[in-house]
């Protein structure tokens, strides 16, 4: 409390306070370096986030796939998986099926997902993913089956809500003149395009009806499989590891993870090592801190000599000085979040930093500020003046009484 | 003025020399000097300047330490004290006046007064109180919320014995305290110091070259190059 009392009037004083040159160019350091480490984090966070949103959205937190025969029906299938994982909140049935989309001579593969119009909600979010049209998949009064396109299958097709596609599947026949493949043609009429989140999925996903799936693949009445929203994200792989226990070989589950594993695991090492590297600009800034520090203590030396005389000991005269570097940097690390969250509030309303989509599978800077990431910055920030201001204070607390009085007469 | 003759502090054989840095030859400051201080008594110790006073002063308050020789205060070998130990002994048994001043610069009058029984722990509001009378004794009621920058040298000077009583200690270690004052301030100074001494009976070790100063104490001992005269 005594030491806390002296800084806070050392701290706004003209000898060695705050407001010199030496400590408000330190403080700015520490404010670049601590506003950077919460960007970089932001928008790494961002792209996760946006990443595990697109896939979700799409594919569900988990997914079953039944090998060989035909899928239970729902009714049955869903006591047993909730008995095995009561985190299950929502399921629903899709068909899934690799075609070549055909239009005006453009030919591409695509992947045609057929859902049940009525439960699609309860465990994927693509309808809210609508930018054009409207999320129908249901065939059209004349019975033309109706699909919602990703928006960047509607680029590269050129393709118009009320427009007409075909989707050819390949089917090996013994029968076929075309050297064993016979072609199951369906078209679709666009009802609606969506934005899926990411590129891959953008250029590639047809969302229509079940059964217009089930038709185009001569699937019958048969599903491919089913998707599950679980009450967490995080808990995804824990509960298809139960599922894929308790339902034996005849079953393949997977979580959202799965789906981008690799780039998943990638972005967990980037994030750790964009860290480290950003890290070093703090570091940088606690050196600047710590020669703040030091120019503070010589100044103080005077002020030091009489606190001995008065019988302060040598540990709590470095505790003054470490107390007062740490309030540095707590400025410093404070005005840093400060600083990097209004960076990321202007990337957000601003949308000024475009991204190549093709690459990136995404086409803005996204940002995600958590609470986690901003209080490790904040930690390890303050961590670091600590330990930089330890040799300054202790330069300090050291020195003899007489010299510090000699000084204090100058 | 001795009440009673038993030895506060019993300097032994104290030698001092000051070498400066990566020579090994040094300045013998102090040459094998011997003293004992009293409780309750006035001492002053005077010689030239360069004569090893104001040093012998740092050595028997702990401020420095001897090169050979050792210090008992009340019978306790300061040589053998950890330096947080030695940091005790100066507040709660010593009060320092100096020639300068040295008040904090950030702190008013009665902060800086306030200083040894914070550091000592107290509360800021008995410390506040305890610092208040003692200004108060000394005349200085109306320059309680003055930063040193504000006060005479006089008054600075008044502030800094106040702050060396504040605790109630057994001894008062006074370097040239009228050494930076004119007379009529030297003199108000003298007279608190003497007023300790007789009516609280607080043991006064003073360091000066004044001879007028230096009359008014029942014993004086002469140093010159760094040795008793």
């Known amino acids: ?410 | 003025m001795t009440n009673d003759k038993s030895i506060l502090i019993s300097a032994k054989k104290i030698t001092k020399v000051f070498r400066a840095q990566g020579s090994l030859e040094g300045l013998e400051v102090l040459k094998s000097v011997d003293l004992d201080v009293y409780r309750g008594e006035a001492l002053c110790i005077m010689g030239n300047s360069g004569a090893g006073k104001s040093t012998l002063l740092h050595i028997l308050s702990t401020l420095d330490s001897a090169t050979i020789g050792h210090v008992l205060f009340a019978g306790q070998d300061l040589s053998k004290l950890s330096q947080a130990a030695l940091s005790q002994l100066r507040n709660q048994k010593m009060g320092f006046v100096f020639q300068f001043h040295h008040l904090l610069n950030e702190f008013t009058a009665l902060e800086n007064v306030m200083m040894p029984l914070l550091i000592a722990g107290e509360s800021f509001s008995n410390a506040a109180r305890s610092a208040e009378k003692i200004l108060n004794d000394l005349g200085l009621k109306d320059r309680k919320s003055h930063r040193p920058s504000a006060l005479s040298g006089g008054e600075a000077q008044r502030v800094a014995i106040a702050r060396a009583i504040v605790r109630e200690p057994q001894v008062i270690f006074a370097d040239e305290p009228t050494g930076n004052l004119d007379q009529k301030n030297g003199q108000i100074v003298q007279n608190v110091l003497f007023d300790l001494n007789r009516k609280r009976g607080v043991t006064l070790v003073a360091v000066t070259h004044d001879f007028e100063f230096g009359r008014r104490f029942p014993r004086v001992k002469t140093l010159r190059d760094g040795q008793w005269f």
Not at chain 1, 87 to 101: K, N
Not at chain 1, 238 to 252: A, H, I, N, P, Q
Not at chain 1, 300 to 307: A, K, L, P, V
């Open chain 1, 1 to 410: 409390m005594f030491e806390l009392w002296v800084i806070s009037r050392y701290i706004f004083s003209r000898r060695g306070g705050f407001f010199t040159p030496v400590s408000v160019l330190a403080v700015s350091g520490m404010m670049l370096g601590v506003a950077a480490l919460v960007v970089v984090m932001a928008v790494v966070s961002g792209f996760e986030s946006t990443l595990r949103n697109a896939i979700v959205d799409l594919v569900g937190h988990v997914y079953i796939l039944k090998r060989g025969a035909a899928l239970e029906p729902l009714e049955e299938m869903e006591p047993k998986l909730k008995s095995i994982a009561p985190e299950i909140r929502g399921l629903t049935p899709f068909v899934y099926v690799e075609g070549i989309l055909t239009k005006d001579g453009k030919v591409g593969g695509v992947a045609v997902q057929g859902l049940d119009s009525v439960a699609v909600d309860q465990a994927l979010g693509v309808k809210k993913r609508l930018v054009e049209g409207s999320f129908v998949i249901e065939p059209d009064a004349q019975g033309v089956p109706q699909a919602v396109i990703g928006q960047a299958l509607k680029r590269k097709f050129g393709l118009k809500v009320g427009d007409l596609f075909s989707v050819a599947l390949p089917r090996t026949s013994a029968q076929s003149s075309s050297g064993g493949f016979k072609a199951r043609v369906a078209r679709f009429k666009v009802a609606g395009v969506v934005d899926l989140g990411m590129h891959d999925f953008d250029k590639r996903y047809v969302l229509t009806s079940a059964t217009s799936a089930q038709n185009l693949g001569g699937l019958g009445k048969r599903y491919s499989g089913v998707r599950i929203r679980i009450s967490e994200a995080g808990l995804a792989q824990d509960v298809s590891f139960r599922l894929s226990s308790e339902l034996g070989m005849g079953y393949v589950v997977r979580d959202w993870v799965d789906s981008k594993r690799n780039l998943f695991e990638a972005l967990q090492i980037e994030k750790v090592i964009i860290f480290i590297v950003v890290l070093f600009i703090t570091v940088v800034a606690c050196f600047n801190i710590a020669s703040s520090l030091l120019v503070t203590v010589l100044r103080r030396f005077g002020d030091i000599g009489i606190f001995k005389a008065l019988g302060m000991p040598q540990w709590r005269i470095m505790r003054l000085f470490s107390y007062q570097g740490l309030a540095l940097g707590a400025v410093g690390a404070f005005g840093g979040v400060a600083i990097g969250l209004l960076v990321c509030w202007l990337i957000v309303s601003t949308n000024i930093i475009y991204v190549p989509s093709e690459i990136y599978n995404i086409d803005h800077l996204p940002v995600e500020i958590r609470i986690k990431d901003v209080s490790w910055i904040v930690a390890v920030a303050m961590a670091l003046c600590w330990i930089s201001t330890l040799w300054p204070a202790k330069r300090g607390a050291s020195q003899a009484v007489v010299e510090g009085l000699k000084y204090d007469e100058r």
